[in-house]
């Protein structure tokens, strides 16, 4: 597959790849009050464009993009194993991801986007997997080399904070539905609500 690195979009975006990006940076304004999302299951979830694309490494060494994940919907959390907010609202997100019993996997991914790449590698984010009970098939654990990270948090513009070899992210989480719409955002604060509309992004799909 393509490296990001190597991808001349990843370095010169295309007019519809800046549009992606402006999206995304609406992705970030949405946390101060605006994320979108319902509140309950069966209020229509917003749609607030594509969600920026991109290919990264998995705990098992693979490689995968997102639009790979189509037609499944994907909860998206960047965050970091080392992360004590990250690690309550995986613990969080963990329960969902059980609650939906066999559509976990199924028709629903759970991923966790690594901002902190020089220590979670793919065998670190096994352990931790293995340690949380975030496994396959609900769960995908990505890493990348530090440039596709850092194209990746830029295109989802997710603030990283680094304090010398610490990484300091705000864990934020992302919904993207079957066609790869980004549709609504959230900290740590919101999780009741990622659930409400997951429930309702999800019955759009048996209504098609």
Known sequence: MTDLRRDPA???PSRRGARAGRRARVFALLLLGLAGGTGGAEAAVSRLGPAPNFALT????????????????????FGCTRCVECAATLTRLADTARGLGDTAGRRAFFVLV????????????RAFGRERGL?????????????EIEVVTRRYDVPVRKDGDRVAPRCLTALVDGQGQLRAAYDQTDLDRLAADLAAVLAEGRLR
């Open 58 to 77: 998995t705990s098992q060494n693979g490689r995968v993009w997102l639009t790979q994940l189509r037609p499944r919907v994907a909860v998206l959390t």
């Open 114 to 125: 690594s901002v902190d790449p020089r220590q979670d590698t793919p065998a670190a984010l």
């Open 10 to 12: 990843a370095r010169r």
């Open 135 to 147: 496994r396959a098939p609900a769960w995908l654990l990505l890493t990348g080399d530090p440039e």
